[in-house]
């Protein structure tokens, strides 16, 4: 078995609905719901994954989850997953468009389902204990997590989600579907042909292009299969050790690979991290070199399941700003970022602080890219804001000229000034800190204001 497939499932039953199309059924827990299982990790967003919510004026309508899995010869078909009552149980509907469907194919298609939707028995356990342990999680109904259908897959992920804004990494990905994989997932044999300037050139991963090429020789010529990493009885730290040296996997990117294959004791600390802890926990004083130790150090009294629980935190926060995350528009899933809960929380304290003028909160206008969104606003002044809220916004261009007209800019030039009367906002960009809020400063005197550096941790 290649680090490319899964493993074996068997089906609980399968229906032939045409020539063309099968029917596998997957029994699941009580309580489980397709789209919070799915929405439960960010990786749901990210190319082929494609979440469509129902349509309340369609009768019948039904939330689904589409992709396309490998078959064992590699060959990529459409699979639409539903969520359909049989009775007092549960179960998964997996549409799978086919000509053929041998009991071997259904086994790989299952296991690949019951490895992302994380259903496997083990999985089931780790749901229970962790519920029981914190009631938050259970009340919300969360547990199983999102991961990738192979490993594979979730190492390149991991990989993707370095030194760059969650815009960037579901464009990479989606580049990445669309150029090499002919819309499913590429395989390593057709990254390691693809090569690593074509990667670069015609997928924009950057720097990241040889460690992907690197991670796709390492599948192909069994140093990865080799050390045995899906395992179930494999310690976390051995496992964490033995991840390091692969190419691309540095400490973000083994851990965030630890928690994907089910061991959660260990943080995948990044940026988000950090604003987490400093916005949640009240911690002062992180630096990149303390944010691990504090990590781990706050949520021990959940071992071994301290990666879920911190992102059950996290994933609350994304959902208490944009709602419900299954009913999110894909084309917010941009601004699903740390910085825009970061601008909502500075937004509203400075709406708070001042005494008068309008809130702050109204000031929190799109950059030209993606910023603090009207979204955002509007939850936090709990009330819509539309286009017309937002007045007289232009850029400020990327220039050596801006040094002279705003030392508030983020490190890509894109900063959004708006103004209100003789007021001036600076909104920072994806790559800052933070936004930084001058209720009264004049135009003329914006130079003044700064924004915070961003510390890069991953």
Request: aromatic content about 6%.
């Amino acid at each position: 078995m290649s680090l490319g497939q899964s493993r074996p499932a068997r089906a609980a039953s399968t229906t032939s609905v045409s020539r063309n199309s099968h029917v596998l059924r997957i029994p699941v827990p009580e309580n489980f719901d397709l789209g919070d299982a799915v929405s439960s990790y960010g990786f749901f967003m990210l190319a082929p994954n494609r979440w469509v919510k129902a349509d309340p004026e369609m009768l019948g309508s039904q939330a689904a989850f589409e992709r396309p899995l490998r078959l064992p010869d590699d060959t990529a078909v459409p699979v639409r997953i539903t969520q359909a009552a049989s009775g007092a149980a549960s179960e998964l509907s997996v549409a799978v468009e086919a000509d053929t469907l041998s009991a071997s194919d259904q086994e790989h298609i299952c296991s690949q389902v019951v490895r992302m939707l994380s259903l496997s028995p083990g999985d089931i356990e780790v749901v229970s204990a962790l519920q029981a342990m914190h009631p938050e999680a259970k009340a919300n109904n969360f547990g199983h997590m999102f991961r990738s259908p192979t490993i594979w897959e979730d190492m390149v992920k991991s990989i993707t989600l370095c030194n760059c804004g969650w815009g960037r990494t579901i464009s990479m990905n989606a580049a990445l579907c669309m150029e090499f994989g002919g819309g499913a997932f590429p395989t390593p044999a057709q990254v390691a042909a693809a090569g690593v300037e074509a990667l670069q050139s015609r997928c924009g991963v950057g720097y990241r292009a040889k460690s992907i090429h690197g991670l796709a020789r390492q599948v192909l010529d069994g140093t990865i299969e080799s050390l045995g990493l899906e395992e179930p009885d494999l310690d976390a730290a051995v496992l964490y050790k033995k991840l390091l040296p692969l190419s691309g996997m540095g400490p973000f990117t083994a851990a965030n690979v630890l928690q994907l294959l089910g061991h959660y004791e260990r943080i995948a600390a990044d940026t988000e991290t950090m604003r987490h802890l400093k916005q949640r926990h009240k911690i002062s004083g992180l630096s990149p070199k303390t944010l691990q130790e504090a990590a781990q150090k706050v949520y021990a009294p959940y071992a071994p399941y301290q990666f879920l629980v911190y992102w059950y935190e996290l994933r609350q926060g994304f959902e208490d700003l944009f709602g419900p995350l299954p009913e999110m528009d894909p084309s917010d899933y941009a601004k699903a970022t740390g910085h825009i809960i970061r601008a909502a929380a500075a937004a509203a304290a400075a709406g708070a602080a001042a005494a008068e003028g309008p809130p702050r909160a109204e000031l929190a206008a799109r950059m030209a890219d993606q910023s603090v969104s009207l979204i955002a606003a509007s939850a936090v002044m709990d009330r819509p804001i539309d286009e017309a809220t937002v007045n007289g916004a232009k850029k400020v261009p990327s220039s050596a000229k801006r040094k002279e007209r705003a030392n508030g800019q983020s490190s890509d030039g894109k900063v959004i000034l708006v103004k209100e009367s003789a007021r001036v906002v600076a909104i920072g960009g994806e790559n800052d800190g933070g936004i930084v809020l001058a209720p009264t400063t004049p135009a003329k005197e914006f130079a003044g204001v700064r924004t915070r550096s961003r510390a890069r941790t991953a």
